[in-house]
């Protein structure tokens, strides 16, 4: 599967964004779609799964309550919906997908990456 993400840009803190990510490939449907994000100088970090119903979301303890995941997967994409953003959620953000329908937050669960959007947030 080919993952597209798109969505980025230079906001204020306060501001929403809303990151989209298309598949493409293979059958979208049954995979889990997951965002992470990495910041300059900083390890990966988990920000939010989405399991192939939509039935299931998690979400990494910085972002909790601040964004939200959905999918359309008649259109084979996934969103991710960020409120409330700050400064230091600046960083590049990739969509993945797990053709094993884990909605997890490990990083190694999915084999499917995009080349990610960038994500500034000023103060």
């Known amino acids: 599967v080919q993952l597209q993400a798109s969505g980025g840009g230079l906001v204020q803190a306060g501001d929403s964004l809303r990151l989209s990510c298309a598949a493409s490939?293979?059958?979208?449907?049954?995979?889990?779609m997951a965002w992470f994000r990495q910041a300059l100088g900083k390890e990966r970090e988990f920000v939010a799964a989405?399991?192939?119903?939509?039935?299931?979301?998690t979400f990494g303890h910085s972002v909790k309550v601040r964004f939200t995941i959905a999918r359309n997967n008649a259109k084979n994409t996934v969103y991710l919906q960020m409120n409330s953003l700050k400064p230091e959620d600046t960083a590049r953000y990739y969509c993945?997908?797990?053709?094993?329908?884990?909605?997890?937050?490990?990083?190694?669960?999915?084999?499917?990456w995009g080349q990610g959007t960038q994500v500034t947030v000023s103060s």
């Open positions: 993945a997908a797990d053709r094993f329908g884990r909605a997890s937050g490990l990083g190694s669960n999915y084999a499917y």
């Open positions: 490939g293979r059958t979208f449907i049954e995979y889990a």
């Open positions: 989405i399991s192939w119903t939509g039935s299931t979301t």
